[in-house]
């Protein structure tokens, strides 16, 4: 028989929790639980649920699941685990992942041999930060991770465009959302040439950032291939953990004129500006409007590639 153990304040058994339990019991015929005595609590939480309620719940979610288990009160945070020799697999959050490896330590100083480390990653909320029974006593999610708030996002651009492109793509997940235009220092040049434009999309996520959820930057750049030059508009996200994803829109190539003068210097606002009567200012139809006769305009471009860049946010369990 393999015996699988867990250990944790379990306050409120959210969502994160119970992937851990579901983990334990994938691993294992038994599931031994240490749950953190309510003395323990005391010395370390600012506010926790008494030792019954928490264990009562755990209790009905492995028996809800057909599970074999134990559960036991446990004083300190390594519980029993350094000590016991029966233990076979310790199933820890990747927040707890350094202690699981001071248990390994411990055991083999007490003549044991090490268990088997399974690390569970984060399960996100809403907000794409780490759901904890503390955010969920707090009234900011609940037990699912759901957001009980606004989105907070933070578009590092005060163009108009840019901003409605943001705010229409990430409302189709986050229907209650919150916008604001950042004024950044612009880190990338006033026409940027091939990597530069994800760095500066980079740049201005990070830049704007602040206390909101998620930062988003946009940058449109050239890139010269072997036909010609392309326009390629990129963005990044940034969360509050510091997680960074990056799409970019449809690249599309220009006409020999507009990509002569920007190869002279220009940008391709003022190349366009030259060459079309229609221009190419910033919270007009862009360069992609007027080649394609109106078909796409550049808040639809823009739209692509916060899209693409909020892909691994949509389903952010397999990321």
């Known amino acids: 028989m ?9 306050n409120v058994l959210h969502r994160g929790h119970r992937r851990l339990l579901d983990v334990a019991m994938e691993n294992g015929d038994l599931v031994a639980v240490g749950l953190m005595s309510d003395a323990y609590c005391e010395r370390n939480k600012a506010v926790a649920l008494p030792y019954e309620r928490r264990e009562a719940a755990v209790r009905a979610y492995l028996e809800g699941r057909g599970a074999v288990f ?3 009160p446990i004083d300190e945070r390594e519980g029993t685990a350094p ?3 029966g233990l076979d697999v310790l199933v820890v959050s990747q927040e707890t992942e350094a202690a699981g490896k001071g248990i390994n330590a411990l055991r083999l100083g007490n003549g044991l041999r090490p268990v088997r480390i399974m690390t569970v990653p984060y399960v996100l909320a809403d907000d794409y930060r780490p759901i904890s029974s503390s955010r969920v006593l707090s009234g900011e999610i609940d037990q699912e991770g759901r957001l009980l708030r606004p989105l907070r996002v933070n578009v590092g651009s005060l163009n108009p465009v840019k901003l409605a492109a943001a705010r229409n793509v990430v409302q189709r ?3 209650l959302l919150e916008v604001s235009a950042v004024a950044v220092p612009r880190r990338v040049g006033e026409q940027p ?4 434009a994800e760095e500066g999309a980079i740049a201005r996520a990070r830049e ?3 206390s909101a959820d998620l930062g988003i930057g946009i940058e449109a750049g050239v890139w010269e291939r072997a036909d010609g030059l392309y326009d390629v508009q990129y963005c990044a996200i940034i969360d509050a953990m510091g997680r960074v994803s990056i799409g970019h829109g449809m690249g599309f190539r220009y006409p020999p004129a507009l990509a002569a003068l920007v190869r002279q210097g220009l940008s391709v606002g003022d190349a366009c500006a030259q060459l ?4 190419d ?3 007009g139809m862009g360069a992609i409007g007027i080649l394609t006769n109106g078909v796409i305009d550049r808040q639809a471009l823009t739209e692509q590639a916060v899209l693409a860049a909020m892909v691994p946010r949509i389903r952010k369990e397999l990321y």
Do not use: Y
Request: negative net charge.
């Open 2 to 10: 393999t015996k699988v153990g867990v250990g944790g304040t379990f």
């Open 70 to 72: 134990t559960i036991a």
């Open 281 to 283: 200012q910033g919270a």
């Open 276 to 279: 079309f009567k229609e221009g």
């Open 208 to 210: 704007c950032l602040g």
């Open 193 to 196: 040439w091939g990597q530069e």
């Open 83 to 85: 000590s016991d020799p």
């Open 173 to 175: 997940f986050h229907p």
